[in-house]
């Protein structure tokens, strides 16, 4: 449903909610299910106000909420749009990408392997999967000019991600977040992430060409859906010397 149009939308869900908790819930539902894409304006407070037949205070506190969470964000004098996150940001964050010049430059991707098995049971219950499910595994490594600079384990559902089984795997590209919204609909939102270090043992040892028990830093990553589903777990190896982490406090 695009940003112009909107049906008589009455609401649904606990109505026990404040008013605005339930249209914030209900706005956040359609966005989960794609009826406002990822960069897309959402209707105006005054098309909400007549869909829902509510007051236009209750709209701007439900639709403030969205902005506060992190799945809209407001264009001054355009609108309020569906927040698309700039993930990729968070390895520039953590692991300095430059060339020999010291400038900053975007690594470049390679799916080593695609498999579907069984998941290790921590794997299977971050991505809510039951017992005994497959699902796909990704082989990753990104390299910065031809040196290998991170390996990357990822895990899919099948039943979301099926799409990137018939997928060559030359035609991954560098980005997997616009592939996961192109091919199957899925759209990352938000994500977790946890840093540890461990020493290098094979066969990260191979795919980094680092010595064994060289410190890795690892980024573990949850990523979840507007719906809060999750929908991919991966964790990233670097070497630990290349690692920095930088952060603005105000």
Not at 147 to 164: C, G, K, M, T, V
Request: aromatic fraction near 10%; charged fraction near 25%.
């Amino acid at each position: 449903m695009k940003n112009n149009v909107m049906s008589n939308s009455p609401l649904g869900g606990d109505q026990r909610l404040p008013l605005y908790q339930q249209l914030r819930d209900d706005l956040a539902r359609r966005i989960a299910a794609g009826e406002w894409l990822p960069d897309e304006a959402i209707p105006t407070e005054a098309e909400i106000k007549t869909a829902y037949n509510i007051a236009i205070g209750t709209v701007r506190k439900a639709v403030d909420a969205l902005v506060a969470e992190g799945l809209l964000e407001r264009s001054q004098g355009k609108g309020t749009f569906v927040r698309r996150p700039r993930f990729d940001a968070s390895l520039f964050r953590f692991f300095r990408f430059q060339n020999a010049a010291g400038e900053k430059i975007r690594p470049k991707s390679r799916i080593l392997a695609r498999t579907v098995e069984y998941p290790a049971q921590v794997i299977a219950t971050s991505l809510g999967l039951g017992a005994r499910v497959k699902a796909i595994r990704l082989l990753r490594l990104r390299v910065v000019e031809n040196e290998p600079f991170l390996i990357e384990e990822i895990w899919l559902p099948r039943a979301r991600f099926s799409a990137l089984l018939d997928l060559a795997l030359e035609d991954f590209g560098d980005l997997l977040y616009p592939l996961y919204e192109s091919r199957c609909k899925q759209v990352v939102a938000s994500a977790q992430e946890t840093l540890t270090v461990e020493l290098a043992s094979p066969p990260f040892t191979d795919y980094l060409k680092v010595p064994p028990s060289t410190p890795l830093v690892v980024i573990e990553r949850i990523a979840y859906g507007y719906d809060k589903q999750p929908l991919e777990w991966r964790a990233s190896r670097g070497a630990a010397e290349r690692f920095k982490y930088h952060v603005d406090i105000r």
